[in-house]
């Protein structure tokens, strides 16, 4: 079953605006963590934001959000003032207690802004 | 520090040949893994690693072997190449083997086989 859904494949955004990658994940472990990795055409995976299950606020770092919604299982990455080194494929992940805490991830979003 | 060290980048082997992909991380991480990318799949788990003399089969193991001898090194080996293998190889790790740990990831091998 899948376990992290990623529904866009493709998204574009203006240069300067703020965008939202959506990310729906199914699990029935009350212990549990979210991430969102960043994988520019250079092939590296950077590691962007962490959410974990029993955390009360939505995290963030710099300009990347995380809107997390329990109840609706999901985790979307929003980032703030796009800018053109931000186009990349994006990914969301989850470890799980009850699955070993192996990472599972979803296909990825590939997000290009545009100037 | 270096991180995540991968070797090779790229790789082309022709169908049946064996090979080993490297990995080593100075971080003094426990947890190490390999992944496989392949175009709209996302990456997939294909052993892991959760200390030194302890591995364990990830989602698709099938075809590849891992050892653990010491805690930075954890080589991935291809036993017989299969074209179904063509894909992006990384190999990663984690300070723990916990929920919220990230993994730091190497930059990846390329490999095709013909």
């Known amino acids: 079953a899948q376990k992290i859904t990623q529904t866009q494949p493709g998204m574009f955004v203006q240069e300067k605006e703020a965008v939202t990658l959506d990310c729906t994940y199914d699990?029935?472990?009350?212990?549990?963590?979210l991430f969102w990795y960043k994988q520019p055409s250079s092939g590296e995976m950077i590691f962007l934001i962490y959410?974990?299950?029993?955390?009360?606020q939505n995290a963030t770092e710099g300009r990347y959000s995380l809107n997390f919604q329990k109840a609706r299982k999901s985790a979307n990455l929003v980032i703030s003032a796009s800018q053109l080194g931000d186009s990349a494929m994006y990914f969301c992940?989850?470890?799980?207690?009850?699955?070993?805490?192996?990472?599972?991830f979803g296909a990825g979003t590939r997000l290009t802004v545009k100037p | 520090n270096a991180g995540v060290t991968q070797t090779p980048k790229f790789q082309v082997l022709k169908t049946g040949q064996s090979m080993t992909l490297q990995c080593a991380q100075d971080?003094?991480?426990?947890?190490m893994s390999w992944y496989r990318q392949d175009p709209g799949m996302g990456l997939r788990l294909i052993h892991y690693?959760?200390?030194?003399?302890?591995?364990d089969q990830g989602e698709v193991p099938n075809g590849y072997n891992v050892s653990r001898s010491t805690t930075e090194d954890f080589p991935l080996r291809l036993l017989s190449a299969a074209p179904s293998q063509t894909s992006v190889y990384f190999c990663?790790?984690?300070?723990?083997?916990?929920?919220?740990?990230?993994?730091?990831f190497g930059n990846g091998t390329r490999l095709t086989v013909t």
């Open positions: 690693s959760v200390g030194a003399g302890i591995t």
């Open positions: 990663a790790s984690s300070y723990a083997w916990k929920v919220n740990s990230p993994l730091h």
């Open positions: 699990t029935s472990d009350p212990s549990y963590g």
């Open positions: 959410q974990g299950s029993y955390d009360q």
């Open positions: 971080m003094n991480h426990e947890y």
């Open positions: 992940a989850m470890r799980e207690a009850y699955n070993n805490n192996d990472m599972r």
